[in-house]
C-alpha cells in the first residue's frame, strides 16, 4: 500500500499526478500478477514466525513507464532499505562480476556488420528462479483482496532492485546458452556474447 504521492512522467513529458490510492491500486494489481505468475507466493502460515536473522522485509514502489512496449509498470523492491539493524538486504550480498562488454566493444560491433539487431528479454529477472533457502528474504508486504489487511508474501524469482540481480540474469542466461549449445548452436554463440 501506498503511502505517499508520486510524481510520474509520460511519454509526452508532461506530468501526471497519481495520488496515494491510484498508484496503490496499480502497484498491488501487478503484485497480484506475480503471485498470478507463479513468481511470487503467500508466506506458509508456519513459516511466518521464522528469526528476523533468516528474512527481510522489502519495500517497494511502482515506476511507470508509459512509452514501454513490454513492461508499462515495474515494481520495483527497495533492497538498500535498512532494516531494524540498520543494515539493508544489498549490504549483505555481493554485486558479481560486470558481464556486459563495454559500451565501445557494442558499438564497434555494431558499426562492423551490414545488419544490426538488439533485443529486449520481457520479464528477464522474473524468469530465474530463486532457491527456496532464499525466498524469505525476499518478503513483501501486499494488501489483500479488498485492501482490508495485509498478507505477508515472498518472491519466487529474482528480484528486481536487488544487487545482485543483474549478474544473476545474465549468468544464467549464459549457462543456459552453454548446456544446450551442441542442441542450438547458432543461438548459444549469439547469446554468449551478449
Same mark, same amino acid.
Given at each position: 500500500?501506498?503511502?505517499?504521492?508520486?510524481?510520474?512522467?509520460?511519454?509526452?513529458?508532461?506530468?501526471?499526478?497519481?495520488?496515494?490510492?491510484?498508484?496503490?491500486?496499480?502497484?498491488?494489481?501487478? #503484485?497480484?500478477?506475480?503471485?498470478?505468475?507463479?513468481?511470487?507466493?503467500?508466506?506458509?502460515?508456519?513459516?511466518?514466525?521464522?528469526?528476523?536473522? @533468516?528474512?527481510?522485509?522489502? !519495500?517497494?514502489?511502482?515506476?511507470?513507464? #508509459?512509452?514501454?512496449?513490454? @513492461?508499462?509498470?515495474?515494481?520495483? &523492491?527497495?533492497?538498500?532499505?535498512?532494516?531494524?539493524?540498520?543494515?539493508?538486504?544489498?549490504? @549483505? #550480498?555481493?554485486?558479481? !562480476?560486470?558481464?556486459?562488454?563495454?559500451?565501445?566493444?557494442?558499438?564497434?560491433?555494431?558499426?562492423?556488420?551490414?545488419?544490426?539487431?538488439?533485443?529486449?528479454?520481457?520479464?528477464?529477472?522474473?524468469?530465474?528462479?530463486?532457491?527456496?533457502?532464499?525466498?524469505?528474504?525476499?518478503? &513483501?508486504?501486499?494488501? @489483500?483482496?479488498?485492501?482490508?489487511?495485509?498478507?505477508?508474501?515472498?518472491?519466487?524469482?529474482?528480484?528486481?532492485?536487488?544487487?545482485?540481480?543483474?549478474?544473476?540474469?545474465?549468468?544464467?542466461?549464459?549457462q543456459v546458452a552453454k548446456d544446450y549449445e551442441k542442441q542450438y548452436p547458432r543461438a548459444a554463440k549469439i547469446v554468449s556474447n551478449f
Amino acid at each position: 500500500m501506498f503511502l505517499e504521492v508520486r510524481l510520474v512522467e509520460d511519454s509526452t513529458k508532461t506530468s501526471s499526478l497519481f495520488n496515494a490510492k491510484e498508484s496503490g491500486m496499480i502497484t498491488n494489481s501487478a #503484485l497480484q500478477e506475480y503471485a498470478e505468475l507463479g513468481h511470487a507466493e503467500p508466506v506458509p502460515v508456519h513459516e511466518l514466525n521464522k528469526p528476523d536473522s @533468516t528474512t527481510f522485509y522489502l !519495500p517497494s514502489h511502482g515506476v511507470v513507464k #508509459l512509452s514501454s512496449t513490454t @513492461t508499462m509498470l515495474r515494481v520495483v &523492491f527497495d533492497a538498500s532499505a535498512k532494516s531494524t539493524t540498520g543494515i539493508s538486504l544489498n549490504d @549483505t #550480498l555481493l554485486p558479481g !562480476p560486470s558481464l556486459y562488454p563495454l559500451l565501445t566493444d557494442v558499438v564497434l560491433a555494431f558499426r562492423s556488420h551490414v545488419i544490426g539487431m538488439s533485443a529486449d528479454i520481457s520479464k528477464m529477472f522474473r524468469e530465474v528462479e530463486l532457491h527456496e533457502d532464499d525466498r524469505d528474504l525476499h518478503r &513483501f508486504l501486499q494488501a @489483500t483482496p479488498g485492501g482490508e489487511g495485509v498478507m505477508d508474501m515472498r518472491m519466487t524469482r529474482v528480484t528486481f532492485g536487488v544487487t545482485s540481480s543483474p549478474f544473476l540474469a545474465t549468468q544464467v542466461l549464459r549457462q543456459v546458452a552453454k548446456d544446450y549449445e551442441k542442441q542450438y548452436p547458432r543461438a548459444a554463440k549469439i547469446v554468449s556474447n551478449f
